[in-house]
Structures are given as C-alpha cells and as structure tokens.
C-alpha cells in the first residue's frame, strides 16, 4: 500500500512571499489533516478534511494561510504572504474514519520542510 | 487549558537499559491515546494505540504503555531498549467527539548509546 505523499519535500522563500503544498492521501481515506511542527514542538493541526469539506479550521490562519481538497483527493496547503514564525515542518496525513471508532489511526506523510528568511 | 504533557524533553540511555517516557493529559470524557514515533530521516509512523479495555497495550518493536484514568496518564515503557531505538517519540490523544483530531505532546527525543 503507497503511504501518504507530500512535495515538495523542502522549501526556502522569503518572507512575503508565496508557497504551496501537495499532498495525495492514501487510496480510499476520506479523511485529510494538515498539521504544522515547529522545532522542538509536537505536530499542530491546522485544517481537517472529511472527503471535500472542511471538518476543522479553528487553528488555521485564514489571513495568510488556505486549503482546500478539491475532488476529495489530493490537497493544496498555501501561504501567502509567509512569516518568519511560519518556518516548520507541514505534514499531511490521512484517516480511513475520524469518528474514533477506529480511534483516529492516522498515516502521516514525509513532510514539507519550510524555511522563511 | 487543555493540553497533553511529556515530562521529559532528551533522554539518554545505553543499550539494554529500561526505558519509560512519561506523559499526561487534561482531558475529561473518553480519549484515545497514541504514541507515535519518528526515526531519523523518517515519518511519524504510529508506535501504539488505546481505545478502551485492557489498560496495558503492546505495540512494536517491544513497547508498551500504560493506561492509568485516575493519573490521566499513558506512560510509554520498553524493558531493553536497542540503539535502533533512537528516536523522538509523542504523546497524542483524541477525543471521541472531535472526529479525530490529534493533540500532541511536545515530544521527547530518545538517544540509546550503544
């Protein structure tokens, strides 16, 4: 079974400028997260997905950052304009089924390591 | 606010020492618990998992945790560890009502001298 891909696997842009990640989730898991991990921190979620809409946002900053998961497969991550403090690792990950019955098993994605100069 | 707390930020053990990582929630209601781990030039790959029953859950490559409710804690142990070990290992908890998002501990970076 192909795992959870992310691209690209690293980025340096300056600040105000803009980026975007991809991700492609596991065949067949309706459920996408995209969180982000700053050094020496745990992974943060930013945005979940169930198929094409959106389930949380609460922590995403919608003044610079976007999502969205169109066809209810692959997603885009993007930052426009990026901070300094925006520099860490954005990882995507995917579910099978988010109601905790299956106690939200995630398979997570190698990651796209960002750096704001 | 709530949170989920590792209690130890590096810690250094030689092969075949026994290892337990600490971790602690502030959740009420029913949660399930992860320990995820990443290995060097890895993705976070899942180590273990709790949903309910017996509070001692196996995982790979050894491992084991211990759920306690009254502690609201899920320690993370393995008797031997190996220097494949070396890893960061995290805490996660979910709660049944939020569809499955993950809350993680800050981490806690494991070297295993060999």
């Known amino acids: 079974e192909a795992g959870v891909a992310q691209s690209p696997r690293y980025k340096i842009i300056e600040k105000r400028q803009s980026v975007a990640f991809w991700c492609n989730p596991i065949?067949?898991?309706?459920?996408l997260y995209w969180y982000q991990q700053i050094l020496g921190q745990g992974p943060k979620l930013l945005i979940q997905?169930?198929?094409?809409?959106?389930?949380?946002d609460s922590q995403l900053p919608k003044d610079r950052f976007s999502a969205e998961r169109l066809k209810g497969v692959d997603s885009t991550l993007k930052i426009q304009p990026a901070k300094l403090e925006d520099s860490a690792v954005y990882l995507c990950?995917?579910?099978?089924?988010?109601?905790?019955?299956?106690?939200?098993?995630?398979?997570f994605g190698p990651g796209t390591r960002l750096t704001v100069t | 606010a709530q949170s989920v707390s590792q209690h130890n930020h590096h810690v250094i053990l030689s092969e075949a020492a026994s290892l337990e990582l600490g971790c602690n929630y502030s959740?009420?209601?029913?949660?399930?618990l992860f320990w995820y781990v990443q290995y060097p030039g890895q993705h976070l790959q899942l180590l273990l998992k709790?949903?309910?029953?017996?509070?001692l859950v196996k995982g790979i490559k050894g491992f084991e945790a211990e759920f306690i409710k009254s502690k609201f804690s899920f320690n993370l142990r393995k008797p031997s560890v190996q220097w494949s070990d070396t890893a960061e290992y995290f805490c996660?908890?979910?709660?049944?009502?939020?569809?499955?998002?993950?809350?993680f501990g800050q981490g806690t970076e494991l070297s295993v001298k060999p």
């Open positions: 990950a995917s579910s099978l089924d988010p109601s905790g019955r299956r106690g939200g098993e995630q398979y």
């Open positions: 065949s067949g898991h309706a459920t």
């Open positions: 997905f169930q198929n094409n809409g959106v389930v949380d």
């Open positions: 959740y009420g209601g029913t949660v399930n």
């Open positions: 709790y949903f309910s029953g017996d509070p």
């Open positions: 996660a908890v979910t709660k049944n009502n939020q569809g499955g998002k993950l809350i």
